[in-house]
T-cell receptor, first 119, second 115 residues
Framework: GAVVSQHPSRVICKSGTSVKIECRSLDFQATTMFWYRQFPKQSLMLMATSNEGSKATYEQGVEKDKFLINHASLTLSTLTVTSAHPEDSSFYIC???????????????FGQGTRLTVV | AQSVTQPDIHITVSEGASLELRCNYSYGATPYLFWYVQSPGQGLQLLLKYFSGDTLVQGIKGFEAEFKRSQSSFNLRKPSVHWSDAAEYFCAVGPPTQAGTALIFGKGTTLSVSS
């Protein structure tokens, strides 16, 4: 199956700094990428949807100025947590889908996740 | 509203015993259905999916799931559980026609396996 690589897998940062998380589709063109946040023992909550070359669409309650999403190419999307605070500590997961393969009954492919800890 | 319900938060089964994890969904049309597994601190691994056709789908690691339209259910089963199956299991649904729409996840079921 298609591979989505997310980097870094773990990051610790100081409160007030910014952190960038990368999500790459390695062997297919991801026309759409999704960013999820997962709290401990909770499900995945969709944060935003980004289409290549367009501004991301954020879910209600997600601060677009805090969670900056860039999807500049068909293989890379980034999530930047700006001015991070301890409450931003969480597990962030990206997934990618292709409009082409969707016609072939595929699914969104998930990255390995990033554990962010803000101290 | 679209939603996925996994009624069991935590299930413990003995190694070698059979397993069934429940999933019910609420959706306007028959959605695409998925089961994912997540080990601690890891991403999601797709176990199986249903799009159409045979309502009993086979997945990896010996898992299977049955789609029952009348019950809006997509329960996951395994005839004999191994200790390595202990993990978090998520049922998810996606739209059948619109590409680029995110999946909706259930809250997950934690599976513990006792020896």
């Amino acid at each position: 199956g298609a591979v989505v690589s997310q980097h870094p897998s773990r990051v610790i940062c100081k409160s007030g700094t910014s952190v960038k998380i990368e999500c790459r589709s390695l062997d297919f063109q991801a026309t759409t990428m999704f960013w999820y946040r997962q709290f401990p023992k909770q499900s995945l909550m969709l944060m935003a949807t980004s289409n290549e070359g367009s501004k991301a669409t954020y879910e209600q309650g997600v601060e677009k100025d805090k969670f900056l999403i860039n999807h500049a190419s068909l293989t890379l999307s980034t999530l930047t947590v700006t001015s991070a605070h301890p409450e931003d500590s969480s597990f962030y997961i990206c997934s990618a889908s292709s409009s082409n393969t969707f016609l072939m009954n595929t699914e969104a492919f998930f990255g390995q996740g990033t554990r962010l800890t803000v101290v | 509203a679209q939603s996925v319900t996994q009624p069991d938060i935590h299930i413990t089964v003995s190694e070698g015993a059979s397993l069934e994890l429940r999933c019910n969904y609420s959706y306007g049309a028959t959605p695409y259905l998925f089961w994912y597994v997540q080990s601690p601190g890891q991403g999601l691994q797709l176990l199986l999916k249903y799009f159409s056709g045979d309502t009993l789908v086979q997945g990896i690691k010996g898992f299977e799931a049955e789609f029952k339209r009348s019950q809006s259910s997509f329960n996951l089963r395994k005839p004999s559980v191994h200790w390595s199956d202990a993990a978090e299991y998520f049922c998810a649904v996606g739209p059948p026609t619109q590409a680029g729409t995110a999946l909706i996840f259930g809250k997950g079921t934690t599976l513990s396996v006792s020896s």
